[in-house]
């Protein structure tokens, strides 16, 4: 992925790694939860050709540090950081997928500097029950990092073994099995204590709900949840996709921030 990498400093003193190209309005991309700056790589070039856009590492990844004791909260300081870094460029529309739109919406909800925001499938309790919670955070404990991600992928995203094996052995530009042990634990449970709704009633702009009509229900009652609750809402439906378009149809999706970021 092309453009400069840069940081900004967390308010608990955490390094926050971003990566910047393109030229226009700016638009900040936070990843979902086995993501890093890189999983943007499909959407890419989509999107630096409208946009300023910033991509950024999330805490316990990538080029960004960590600081104990993990609090959702502060993933919410982080982009409330990005974001006042980048609103001397103007103000900034964020795009957040799946643990990466919860923490979005959470920094809006905190008072964030954004413009719009764009949100594809926030997760909730119901895409962390307790059971699997308990087994996967059992997995990585004995070390099987690969099992937790299947089960994952495959109980919680709803996608068939066969696609799973073939994301396995795509090419992919990072290692995700260190940010699995890292971070898969300690996300669930936050998904799981994480109040949607207050949240949401929180939050003063106008907001995009992405939702594929392929992904598992979790992302749909979220999303009809949240489009009750949330004051200024607009629901747009992905044709044929379920929680993977960046990947899958990252044209489709890139027409759909468009229109509603007005470039």
């Not at 955070?137 to 991600?149: E, H, S, V, Y």
């Not at 940010?179 to 939050?203: C, F, G, H, K, Y």
């Given at each position: 992925?092309?453009g400069y990498r ?17 030229e ?35 805490r ?19 982009i ?22 919860t ?20 997760p909730g309790p119901?895409?962390?029950p307790?059971?699997?919670?308990d ?15 299947m ?13 799973v094996s073939?994301?396995?052995?795509a090419?992919?530009?990072y290692?995700?099995m ?5 971070t ?9 204590d ?5 949240l949401?009633?929180?939050?003063p702009?106008p ?10 229900a ?12 949330l ?33």
């Amino acid at each position: 992925m092309e453009g400069y990498r840069h940081s900004v400093t967390s308010a608990d003193g955490t390094r926050v790694g971003l990566l910047t190209a393109g030229e226009g309005p700016p638009l900040l991309l936070v990843h979902g939860g086995m993501g890093c700056i890189e999983s943007w790589q499909p959407l890419w070039a989509e999107l630096t050709g409208r946009w300023r856009v910033t991509a950024m590492d999330r805490r316990g990844r990538g080029t960004s540090g960590d600081t104990e004791p993990y609090d959702l909260s502060r993933e919410y300081q982080d982009i409330a950081a990005v974001t006042a870094s980048l609103a001397a460029d103007g103000p900034v529309d964020v795009f957040g997928h799946s643990f990466g739109a919860t923490c979005a919406l959470g920094a809006a909800a905190s008072g964030a500097p954004v413009r719009r925001l764009a949100l594809y499938e926030p997760p909730g309790p119901p895409a962390a029950p307790r059971e699997w919670r308990d087994r996967v955070t059992a997995m990585i404990a004995d070390g099987k990092p690969g099992k937790a991600m299947m089960s994952f992928l495959t109980e919680i995203i709803g996608l068939p073994e066969a696609q799973v094996s073939e994301l396995r052995n795509a090419p992919r530009g990072y290692d995700v099995m260190p940010i699995v042990s890292a971070t898969m634990p300690r996300e669930a449970q936050a998904i799981a204590d994480t109040d949607l709704t207050a949240l949401a009633a929180a939050v003063p702009v106008p907001v995009l709900l992405i939702l594929g009509p392929q992904s598992p229900a979790w992302a749909r009652d979220i999303t009809d949840t949240l489009a009750a609750v949330l004051p200024r809402s607009t629901l747009a439906v992905l044709d044929g996709q379920g929680h993977e378009a960046i990947e899958s149809a990252p044209g489709q999706l890139a027409s759909q921030l468009a229109g509603f970021f007005g470039y």
